[in-house]
């Protein structure tokens, strides 16, 4: 057996991307200068890092983390290799995941229902959340991409890039509320029961296409995503 880290990791200097937004401080309680033990609190914002949305995230009303059925996020994987087939700042179209596709079924795996479907762009190499690059000139998916993934009925699609464009989002902060969803390729998804996995990274040290992957959230009531521990097994 094989475990395949695929978490970013948080720290205190990521906190530099939307205004008001914290994503990881460390309150220290109890430390070695003061006690004999370490303690401490912590902030974070709960799409910072590799995270999981659920559909509280974009759908009002929808399902918040701690009513998810753990197991969406617990299964097999597949990845769809769209590395050399996809550019910066460029869209992902159905022609792309159609080529992905058959290079999945030529190395003798396929798509089953309900499995977690990975794209793997290898965009994470660039990843931070203060870099502009990675934030802003991503290749992105379209409702077309989308509507392919949904025909697949995956339990989860996971990502190694930022889905959609992010500057969509940024641009609705401190104005007011927007007049409509900065993200709709999220609210398809989560509207459509596929949940989100979130800034993957470490794709290309996997060797299978099919692997078993996990990436449980925290059973926060109320909460509409959480930061994850995820993880990949080759068995």
């Known amino acids: 057996m094989r475990v395949v880290d695929l978490t970013t990791v948080l720290n205190e200097g990521m906190n530099q991307v939307y205004p008001g937004y914290v994503f990881l401080r460390m309150i220290p309680i109890l ?3 003061n006690h004999v033990i370490m303690s401490s609190n912590v902030e974070v914002w709960l799409h910072a890092g590799t995270h999981v949305d659920a559909p509280l995230h974009v759908v009002a009303g929808g399902d918040a ?3 998810v059925d753990l197991s ?7 990845i769809l290799d769209l590395t050399g087939l996809v550019e910066a700042s460029s869209p992902i179209l159905r022609g792309a995941l159609d080529k992905a596709y058959q290079g999945l079924r030529d190395e003798g795996e396929d798509i089953r229902e309900g ?8 965009w994470s190499v660039k990843y931070s959340p203060a870099s502009r690059e990675y934030r802003e000139t991503a290749p992105y998916l379209t409702e077309e991409a989308v509507d392919w993934l949904l025909e697949r009925k995956p339990s989860a699609v996971g990502f190694d890039f930022p889905e959609e464009r992010i500057t969509k989002l940024a641009e609705t902060l401190g104005g007011g509320k927007p007049k409509e969803n900065p993200l709709p390729l999220h609210a398809k998804l989560l509207g459509n029961g596929v949940y989100l996995i979130e800034h993957l990274t470490n794709l290309n040290q996997l060797s299978r296409r099919r692997v078993i992957l996990a990436a449980a959230p925290l059973k926060i009531r109320g909460a509409e995503g959480s930061p994850v521990r995820a993880f990949a097994i080759e068995i």
């Open 115 to 122: 499995d977690i479907i990975v794209l793997r762009t290898d």
């Open 31 to 33: 430390n070695y200068g």
């Open 65 to 67: 983390i701690d009513e």
């Open 72 to 78: 969406r996020f617990v299964r097999e994987a597949v």
